[in-house]
Protein backbone atom coordinates (compact mmCIF):
# COMPACT_ATOMS: atom_id res chain seq x y z
CA UNK A 1 0.00 0.00 0.00
CA UNK A 2 1.06 3.66 -0.78
CA UNK A 3 0.36 6.52 1.19
CA UNK A 4 0.73 10.39 0.24
CA UNK A 5 1.85 11.62 3.46
CA UNK A 6 2.37 15.44 2.35
CA UNK A 7 -0.77 16.31 4.36
CA UNK A 8 -0.25 14.66 7.49
CA UNK A 9 1.40 17.22 9.35
CA UNK A 10 3.24 16.52 13.10
CA UNK A 11 1.18 15.37 15.87
CA UNK A 12 -1.60 14.14 13.36
CA UNK A 13 -3.00 10.99 12.12
CA UNK A 14 -5.41 9.73 8.66
CA UNK A 15 -6.49 6.42 8.62
CA UNK A 16 -6.01 4.38 5.07
CA UNK A 17 -8.04 1.51 3.78
CA UNK A 18 -7.26 -1.52 1.56
CA UNK A 19 -8.26 -5.03 1.28
CA UNK A 20 -10.58 -4.80 4.41
CA UNK A 21 -7.21 -3.84 6.48
CA UNK A 22 -7.59 -0.51 7.99
CA UNK A 23 -4.11 1.04 8.97
CA UNK A 24 -3.33 4.18 11.46
CA UNK A 25 -0.40 6.35 10.12
CA UNK A 26 0.44 9.06 12.57
CA UNK A 27 3.34 11.40 12.26
CA UNK A 28 5.29 11.69 15.70
CA UNK A 29 8.10 14.25 15.46
CA UNK A 30 8.49 14.10 12.12
CA UNK A 31 8.68 10.66 11.73
CA UNK A 32 5.89 8.15 10.07
CA UNK A 33 4.65 5.23 11.92
CA UNK A 34 2.18 2.69 10.85
CA UNK A 35 -0.49 0.56 13.47
CA UNK A 36 -3.55 -1.35 12.65
CA UNK A 37 -6.24 1.30 13.03
CA UNK A 38 -8.99 -1.01 15.00
CA UNK A 39 -9.60 -1.13 18.31
CA UNK A 40 -8.95 -4.40 19.65
CA UNK A 41 -11.48 -4.22 21.81
CA UNK A 42 -14.84 -3.03 20.31
CA UNK A 43 -13.10 -2.13 17.00
CA UNK A 44 -13.51 1.73 17.12
CA UNK A 45 -11.84 3.24 14.61
CA UNK A 46 -8.52 4.86 16.28
CA UNK A 47 -8.29 7.86 14.16
CA UNK A 48 -11.26 9.25 15.87
CA UNK A 49 -9.06 9.05 18.96
CA UNK A 50 -6.39 11.42 20.51
CA UNK A 51 -2.41 11.13 19.38
CA UNK A 52 -0.16 12.77 22.42
CA UNK A 53 3.15 12.05 21.67
CA UNK A 54 3.76 8.50 20.71
CA UNK A 55 0.38 7.65 22.68
CA UNK A 56 -3.04 6.87 20.42
CA UNK A 57 -5.81 7.24 23.04
CA UNK A 58 -9.56 5.12 21.68
CA UNK A 59 -12.19 7.31 21.02
CA UNK A 60 -14.41 4.71 22.75
CA UNK A 61 -13.50 3.07 25.97
CA UNK A 62 -9.82 4.55 26.69
CA UNK A 63 -7.36 2.11 25.78
CA UNK A 64 -4.36 3.40 25.01
CA UNK A 65 -1.25 2.12 22.49
CA UNK A 66 2.19 3.18 21.44
CA UNK A 67 1.87 3.91 17.79
CA UNK A 68 5.57 3.03 17.56
CA UNK A 69 5.51 -0.54 18.40
CA UNK A 70 1.26 -0.86 18.54
CA UNK A 71 2.30 -2.06 22.52
CA UNK A 72 -1.05 -1.41 24.58
CA UNK A 73 -0.17 0.60 27.11
CA UNK A 74 -3.60 0.50 28.80
CA UNK A 75 -6.91 -1.55 28.65
CA UNK A 76 -9.94 0.08 28.87
CA UNK A 77 -9.74 2.98 30.32
CA UNK A 78 -13.50 3.58 31.13
CA UNK A 79 -14.39 0.05 32.67
CA UNK A 80 -14.13 -1.15 36.30
CA UNK A 81 -10.81 -2.30 37.51
CA UNK A 82 -12.25 -5.59 38.38
CA UNK A 83 -13.86 -6.15 34.53
CA UNK A 84 -10.59 -4.67 33.36
CA UNK A 85 -8.41 -7.57 35.07
CA UNK A 86 -10.74 -9.81 34.06
CA UNK A 87 -10.11 -8.27 30.20
CA UNK A 88 -6.50 -9.38 30.62
CA UNK A 89 -7.03 -12.72 32.36
CA UNK A 90 -8.97 -14.02 29.06
CA UNK A 91 -6.60 -12.19 26.88
CA UNK A 92 -9.02 -9.75 25.12
CA UNK A 93 -6.32 -6.96 26.24
CA UNK A 94 -4.62 -6.60 22.84
CA UNK A 95 -1.29 -4.95 21.00
CA UNK A 96 -2.16 -3.60 17.94
CA UNK A 97 -0.38 -4.73 14.52
CA UNK A 98 2.92 -2.45 13.70
CA UNK A 99 3.97 -2.44 10.01
CA UNK A 100 7.20 -1.26 8.72
CA UNK A 101 7.06 1.70 6.61
CA UNK A 102 9.38 3.01 4.22
CA UNK A 103 9.39 6.46 3.29
CA UNK A 104 10.44 8.08 -0.03
CA UNK A 105 9.08 11.94 -0.53
CA UNK A 106 5.59 12.50 0.17
CA UNK A 107 4.84 8.79 -0.29
CA UNK A 108 5.10 6.15 2.55
CA UNK A 109 5.17 2.35 1.89
CA UNK A 110 3.52 -0.22 4.02
CA UNK A 111 5.14 -3.61 4.16
S1 LIG B 1 -13.27 0.07 21.48
FE1 LIG B 1 -11.34 0.88 22.01
S2 LIG B 1 -11.35 0.82 24.15
FE2 LIG B 1 -13.27 0.01 23.61
Redesign the pocket.
Known amino acids: MKVNISGITEGTMIEVSENQTTVLIANVGGSFYAVGGV?P????HLRKGTLEGVTVT?P????SFDVTTGKMLSW?ANMSRDLARLSRFFGWAKDIKKYEVRVEGDFLELS
Open positions: CHMRCCCHGSV
